[in-house]
């Protein structure tokens, strides 16, 4: 079991910057790769991001690329989403989550590919 907590949420300017993070506890968090996923209202979860279990790899979604970046710390077991040039259609619910299968060397961009889900922090971009 991996339990997930996010943080850094908020509201901000269109152009502004947030970084959220998500600090892992229970198994091995080093296993795990990592992703971050968004809802907006009345829309599916939508893939932003993905990073390795190393932190040597990672994947956007289109409408992120060049925006947001993701990292993480395995010392601290945390993973993080620097947003950056805000829009408001960035506006959404953001989750963490951890891949379905540890140690696998394979990032998903699908919800399914995760097991383990925070419970999400708000983001909202004004315009």
């Known amino acids: 079991q991996v339990h997930l907590v996010e943080s850094g949420g908020g509201l901000v300017q269109a152009g502004g910057s947030l970084r959220l993070s998500c600090a892992a506890s229970?198994?091995?968090?080093?296993?795990?790769?990592m992703g971050w996923f968004r809802q907006g209202p009345g829309k599916e979860r939508e893939f932003v991001a993905a990073?390795?279990?190393?932190?040597?790899?990672?994947i956007y979604g289109e409408s992120v690329k060049g925006r947001f970046t993701i990292s993480r710390d395995n010392a601290k077991n945390t993973v993080y989403l620097q947003m950056n040039s805000l829009k408001p259609e960035d506006t959404a619910v953001y989750f963490c989550a951890a891949d379905r299968n540890s140690y696998s060397s394979y990032l998903s961009r699908v919800v399914s590919g995760y097991a383990y889900w925070g419970q999400g922090t708000q983001v909202t971009v004004s315009s």
């Open positions: 990073i390795t279990r190393s932190g040597g790899s990672t």
């Open positions: 229970g198994r091995t968090f080093s296993s795990y790769a």
